[in-house]
């Protein structure tokens, strides 16, 4: 079956970096466009980032561009985001997810396989 799961979470001051990962298995990791949502406590899931099935588009939400990075290692199947200068309203639960590579965009139904999520917390 189809496991995305993601790991580089943990507790940083505002102003650093982390750089969470998410490692793809059960699916044609290449045929898949990727992405990271967040969810903050009370709050609804959010779209973070996407990138396409080869890498050849990104996109982000405003409140991150600029300082966070997607990219994917399609021999490896695994998506990372590298996130900078983190400031505490980034806390959020962050996930992984999987949109077949015709879905393009960042709605939320457009991903079809969703990970556990790693937590991460930025303090003031």
């Known amino acids: 079956q189809v496991q995305l799961v993601e790991s580089g979470g943990g507790l940083v001051q505002a102003g650093g970096s982390l750089r969470l990962s998410c490692a793809a298995s059960?699916?044609?990791?290449?045929?898949?466009?990727m992405g990271w949502f967040r969810q903050a406590p009370g709050k609804e899931r959010e779209f973070v980032s996407y990138?396409?099935?080869?890498?050849?588009?990104?996109d982000y939400d405003d409140s991150v561009k600029g300082r966070f990075t997607i990219s994917r290692d399609n021999a490896k199947n695994t998506v990372a985001l590298q996130m900078n200068s983190l400031k505490p309203e980034d806390t959020a639960l962050y996930y992984c997810?999987?949109?077949?590579?015709?879905?393009?965009?960042?709605?939320?139904?457009?991903?079809?396989?969703w990970g556990q999520g790693t937590q991460v917390t930025v303090s003031s």
């Open positions: 990138i396409t099935w080869i890498g050849s588009r990104t």
């Open positions: 059960g699916l044609t990791f290449s045929n898949f466009n």
């Open positions: 997810a999987a949109a077949p590579r015709l879905r393009i965009g960042r709605a939320t139904n457009n991903f079809a396989y």
